[in-house]
């Protein structure tokens, strides 16, 4: 893979990774619409050997979460080494984060194994991402109007994330196994339904990211090494991993202090407009 695609993807999964815009539907919609690029210029007379295609590029666009998860380590280094302490001395705190952070995984890590295949084989296409970036988008703008109207401002800070709680967030997890519905998004509604202050419902989806992502990560990795090394190569992979970090650590820093004082809608329609694009050139 050519460094400059390396670097693209690499800024793509950092800023969409931990908004509620969904990485993954971002990716593939960017493979798509550079599909249709080369096809372009080759009717133009035009050639080039870059392409998105391929088990490796595939791979790839799964194996650059890595840079995300170590955005994650480090922006939240103070919290989990106080946490892992607190494991140590029989803390409560600490015992009940990383059970909730347990429980959360474990319904996405059964039904990703259960439904990896189906998934992707009928909605990893442009049609169904942009349907759910449509439909995740108004489910977004019904929740914070809601919220708003009753006057809903929710539990502040991580200690109120119960194990009960994790549980439905988890559920809520399964559902961003959808491309273009994010992983985010998915995580900080089930938060916000549970009574959980948006902040909150997103610090916590973040650090549920660390071990599905991680999973994720480490499966795709070993099953295309080779496909990795001989499409991508390590020089190019190196580089999508620094610059998903990068921009991840700067994503996660400010999507916190945004969510603080505002909410989600923005991204709403922003997932509406882009879905609705994404429509009219693949419908096309």
């Known amino acids: 893979m050519h460094p400059a695609l390396a670097v693209l993807l690499g800024v793509i999964e950092g800023l969409t990774e931990y908004l509620p815009v969904s990485s993954t539907g971002h990716l593939i919609l960017t493979s798509r619409l550079f599909d249709l690029l080369v096809e372009y210029l080759a009717t133009r007379g035009v050639t080039t050997t ?52 347990a429980v959360a995984f474990v319904p996405t890590a059964i039904s990703g194994l259960l439904l990896r295949k189906i998934i992707k084989h009928y909605l990893f296409a442009p049609i169904p991402i942009a349907v759910a970036l449509i439909a995740g988008g108004v489910i977004m703008i019904v929740t914070e109007r809601l919220r708003k109207r009753r006057g809903e401002v929710g539990l502040v800070g991580l200690e109120h994330v119960t194990p009960k709680r994790a549980l439905y967030i988890g559920l809520g997890q399964c559902v961003s196994m959808w491309p273009g519905s994010s992983r985010s998004m998915c995580t900080i509604l089930a938060g916000q339904m549970t009574g959980l202050s948006t902040a ?85």
């Open 200 to 284: 909150t419902a997103a610090e916590f989806s973040f650090l549920l990211g660390l071990p599905t992502l991680g999973a994720a990560t480490l499966y795709e990795a070993m099953k295309s090494r080779h496909a990795l090394m001989t499409q991508i190569g390590g020089p190019s992979i190196l580089v999508g991993l620094v610059v998903s970090f990068l921009v991840a650590w700067a994503v996660v820093a400010l999507f916190i202090r945004y969510l603080q004082q505002r909410g989600l809608e923005p991204f709403a329609y922003y997932r509406i407009v882009a879905g609705a694009l994404m429509l009219l050139v693949f419908l096309r």
């Open 50 to 101: 870059m392409t998105l295609k391929g088990e490796g590029p595939d791979a790839f666009d799964i194996v650059i979460q890595l840079g995300a998860i170590l955005a994650v380590l480090v922006h939240f280094r103070s919290l989990l080494a106080k946490r892992v302490a607190g494991l140590v001395s029989r803390d409560p705190l600490a015992i009940r984060l990383f059970s909730s952070i």
